[in-house]
């Protein structure tokens, strides 16, 4: 059964910094795309960053662009997203996906997992 299962959520201050991390329980965890969405309070659940495979290119959303950063590690089967700078607006559900296209599309993603809340504080 694939499993994934975020953790490292929390309250923070604004401009202070968390990491998230995603243990994914996926056979060739290598061959998959990974990424993360978040949804805030009240809106709809956004792209925010993802990673392809073993190529290690690297896709986010504008918002978080030069703030947060994606990575992972094929040995231990978990992708990270490093959030700096962070921002009251920032606050969200922060979401796990696996898939095999480096897509902003949710539908693209078959493998979810059930969220970390984010809370920055101003």
């Known amino acids: 059964q694939v499993q994934l299962v975020e953790s490292g959520g929390g309250l923070v201050q604004a401009g202070g910094s968390l990491r998230l991390s995603c243990l994914a329980s996926?056979?060739?965890?290598?061959?998959?795309?990974m990424a993360w969405f978040r949804q805030a309070p009240g809106k709809e659940r956004e792209f925010a960053a993802a990673?392809?495979?073993?190529?290690?290119?690297?896709y986010y959303a504008d918002s978080v662009k030069g703030r947060f950063t994606i990575s992972r590690d094929n040995v231990k089967n978990t992708v990270y997203l490093q959030m700096n700078s962070l921002k009251p607006e920032d606050t969200a559900v922060y979401y796990c996906?696996?898939?095999?296209?480096?897509?902003?599309?949710?539908?693209?993603?078959?493998?979810w997992g059930q969220g970390t809340q984010v809370t920055v504080s101003s």
């Open positions: 996906a696996a898939g095999s296209t480096p897509t902003r599309a949710q539908n693209e993603y078959p493998y």
């Open positions: 990673i392809r495979r073993s190529s290690f290119s690297t």
């Open positions: 996926l056979s060739a965890f290598d061959s998959y795309v």
